[in-house]
């Protein structure tokens, strides 16, 4: 199980760098077999529970981990001797984390094989006497949602192309899931058990609260839009301008930039960032290439664009319970295109000029 898992998916996803090519192959691996689920949710859950110690003194953890893994390849334990010894351990190649601090610290963890450290931890998940918690994934394809209740009564809406993993009951102490792509949560308040949604780089705490989270690995930022409530949003990459959480009261919004690893607080317009959820598609001065990209995943649907378009025009709009067809007519009335449905792809060309 430890010489075959994908460590170089964990590493790009952990930090916050898969696309959903990535993604999907994380997927396919996780849903193999149970153990590989187990695998992967104790290296995320040692991830979460490590990071502030891991900044605080990385470079000592990695050479102690170089050496602790340098010495596991010189002198195998047990039944966790690989069964070729000349056979390379998985993503050992070191360009995925540029970077020092932790992210290089869980590289060495991570890419050489992390053997040694879940050696014991994974003799007591895998024993028979102690069953492991079992995790759901949850997800949605382009032109899907869902509606999702966990454990504790919580409620989540699942936007399109997005997943959600969470344990089948939540722990005495904390309630945690994980989140690809956008969703809308409405928590149940537990003083005693915070909930935390992990996103990228990005943890999100609150008790009972309202808000949308929008993580989409291949988008520049990350973005916590609270409603009801209070939220606390942790930056915890290394190297991260955010020492403290950044608390969220009602119409307040943190934007986290993947670029400069930075994020700030700012309010928000609720249609433009939690109207989906409501079954609302709302754009407000977009230029045609997001329209486009938002119905894409809105409905299910590949454009493929043979026209030129004014890309800075902008244009404010908002359907409810609109066809695809409907909204088609309108936005080729704006910007002077015409278009052909075949199945789910649709070919934008320009108006033809009839006139002599």
Known sequence: MFNDAPYHLFARYLTGEADQRDIAALQSWLEASEQNKILFHSITEFWDTEAGYFSKESE????????????????????????????????????IFPFSGIAAALAVFILAGASWFFSGYFDTLLDKE???????EKFTNPGEKLNI?????????LNANSQLVFPEEFPAKDRKVTLVGEAFFEVTEDVARPFTIMSGNISTTVLGTTFNIRAFPEENDITVAVVSGKVAVENIKQGGGDPKPLLLAPNEMAVYTKMNNQTVKRGFDYNEMVAWKDGIIYFKDAGISEILETLELWYGVTFVVNAEMDQNKGFTVNYKDKSLDAILQGLGFAFAFEYEINGKIITINGLHDDLP
Request: without cysteine.
């Open 130 to 136: 102690t069953p492991a918690v079992a995790h759901i």
């Open 60 to 95: 000592k953890i990695a050479q102690n981990l170089a050496q602790r893994i340098k010495d596991f390849d010189e002198e195998p334990h047990g039944r966790l001797k690989p069964d070729n010894p000349d056979r390379k351990v998985p993503g050992r190649k070191r360009s």
């Open 149 to 157: 209740k966990l454990p504790d009564g919580s409620l989540v809406k």
